[in-house]
């Protein structure tokens, strides 16, 4: 299983960005998707995660009201957009595909079995 994340760049704060994650059909229906970061000398965190359905949402509270995820299921794609960034927000994101199907959203890492390779997101003035 292969996940390919992209949309990362360089952007100023209080812009937005939109991520994105794609992999096969077969990969994607019935599983939760999720999204993570690492900044440079921190541990990877979790930054938003959606139910294999996509009715159910979950976030970090860094990033709640200011993020949005969301899935297309007829894409394979889940999507991660980031508005009002700061600063703080500079990281590599990756995507992560849950280890089992028809799971809610997860925040904990062990519970994906699948990483894209990351898009790195800078955040300057």
């Known amino acids: 299983v292969q996940l390919q994340a992209s949309g990362g760049g360089l952007v100023q704060p209080g812009d937005s960005l939109r991520l994105s994650c794609t992999t096969s059909?077969?990969?994607?229906?019935?599983?939760?998707m999720g999204w993570f970061r690492q900044a440079p000398g921190k541990e990877r965190e979790f930054v938003a995660a959606?139910?294999?359905?996509?009715?159910?949402?979950i976030y970090a509270d860094s990033v709640k009201g200011r993020f949005t995820i969301s899935r297309d299921n007829a894409k394979n794609t889940v999507y991660l957009q980031m508005n009002s960034l700061k600063p703080e927000d500079a990281a590599v994101y990756y995507c992560?595909?849950?280890?089992?199907?028809?799971?809610?959203?997860?925040?904990?890492?062990?519970?994906?079995?699948?990483w894209g390779q990351g898009t790195l997101v800078t955040v300057s003035s």
């Open positions: 992560a595909r849950s280890a089992r199907r028809l799971q809610p959203p997860q925040s904990q890492p062990v519970a994906y079995h699948y």
């Open positions: 059909k077969l990969a994607f229906t019935l599983y939760a």
């Open positions: 959606i139910g294999w359905s996509g009715a159910k949402t």
